[in-house]
């Protein structure tokens, strides 16, 4: 369902997949301390692309050591052709992304069965039709 993973460089945030059901995906990635107002999704026809920035709030402080580090970061995925995002949601430091295949529709066709002989239906001889005096 996804055909290939736009990786960058760093490789963050981490991320999973995993297959929920039939026709059915989920992509969870690692995005401790950003809230939702940091992250954006967008999906422009197959290519889904997850932003993230933070917001530098060191509004007076003082670090004696600063080991988490605002950052932002870009994940771009690449999509199968028909895949739907249903949604997505921000659980304790985990965004997760929904992803559904629609299953496809079943379609029956009649074909009408014509006798050989009748008016509808002349024979083709050495790709040419067939007149009536022949």
Same mark, same amino acid.
């Given at each position: 369902?996804?055909?290939?993973?736009?990786?960058? /460089? *760093?490789?963050?945030?981490?991320?999973?997949? @995993?297959?929920?059901?039939? %026709?059915?995906?989920?992509?969870?990635? !690692?995005? !401790? =301390?950003? /809230?939702?107002?940091?992250? $954006?999704?967008?999906? *422009?026809?197959?290519?889904?692309?997850?932003?993230?920035?933070?917001?530098?709030? %060191?509004?007076?402080?003082?670090?004696? $050591?600063? =080991?988490?580090? /605002?950052?932002?970061?870009?994940? !771009?995925? +690449?999509?199968? @052709? =028909?895949?739907?995002?249903?949604?997505?949601?921000?659980?304790?430091?985990?965004? $997760?992304?929904?992803?559904?295949?629609?299953? &496809?529709?079943?379609? +029956?066709?009649?074909?009408?069965?014509?006798?050989? %002989?009748?008016?509808?239906?002349? &024979?083709?001889?050495? /790709?040419?039709?067939?007149?009536?005096? *022949?």
């Amino acid at each position: 369902m996804l055909d290939r993973v736009q990786k960058n /460089s *760093e490789g963050y945030p981490p991320y999973n997949i @995993e297959q929920t059901g039939d %026709g059915r995906l989920r992509i969870t990635l !690692a995005v !401790a =301390g950003f /809230s939702m107002d940091d992250l $954006h999704i967008t999906q *422009e026809d197959n290519q889904l692309v997850i932003r993230g920035r933070q917001r530098d709030d %060191g509004d007076g402080r003082v670090f004696i $050591h600063r =080991g988490i580090a /605002s950052r932002q970061f870009q994940r !771009a995925f +690449v999509l199968a @052709e =028909g895949i739907d995002v249903e949604g997505a949601w921000l659980d304790n430091g985990l965004l $997760h992304l929904d992803l559904k295949r629609p299953m &496809p529709e079943v379609r +029956v066709k009649s074909i009408p069965i014509t006798a050989r %002989g009748t008016a509808m239906a002349r &024979p083709v001889v050495n /790709s040419r039709m067939m007149r009536d005096d *022949e």
